[in-house]
């Protein structure tokens, strides 16, 4: 099955490494949370995703999902996104890379995923989560963080990687 996003990509002859993607995101550390935000002035865990995409020219500017509520099921815009990434699984499932879109649980007491972020990889050489996060509660803290992703690890239900990125070619 072809995806959207790997038709989009192969016809405009795009290509990114994982660093890239790593790259990018960082880019953002610091804009404030701003649910359904897409730009610096306010991005949230969705926009995030789908503006790096679309910075690196990987995504279309329609490769978007609006309309989800502040604590979402996260349906509409993982569905979105979904057909314009690879759904990764099995042993793909888990060895996770830096670059890959992690779909998370934000804790145990989530029944549906509601969270999603961009792993990279940490000077300790430890993976780490690049997200824009409103569930801190701490005055200052609802910006774009990288942070450690061990403790979210165990909330990830599914795995999304970029199309165009040199390792499919």
Not at 27 to 50: E, M, P
Not at 70 to 98: H, I, N
Not at 121 to 133: E, N, T, V
Request: with cysteine; aromatic share 8%.
């Amino acid at each position: 099955m072809t995806h959207k996003g790997e038709e989009f990509v192969r016809n405009a002859s795009i290509c990114v490494t994982r660093d890239q993607i790593v790259e990018e995101a960082r880019t953002w550390l610091g804009v404030k949370w701003r649910h359904q935000g897409r730009n610096r002035s306010g991005v949230d865990c969705g926009g995030l995703v789908t503006v790096v995409g679309q910075e690196l020219g990987i995504m279309p500017a329609d490769a978007d999902a609006f309309g989800y509520a502040r604590l979402p099921t996260l349906y509409l815009l993982v569905e979105t996104l979904a057909t314009w990434m690879r759904r990764k699984s099995g042993a793909e499932f888990d060895d996770r890379q830096p670059g890959d879109v992690v779909v998370l649980l934000p804790n145990d007491t989530y029944k549906w995923p509601s969270h999603i972020g961009i792993l990279s990889r940490l000077p300790s050489g430890d993976l780490g989560m690049i997200h824009s996060y409103n569930g801190l509660k701490k005055k200052g803290a609802d910006v774009v963080l990288e942070t450690h992703y061990a403790p979210w690890r165990k909330n990830t239900v599914a795995v999304l990687a970029y199309h165009g990125l040199v390792e499919d070619e």
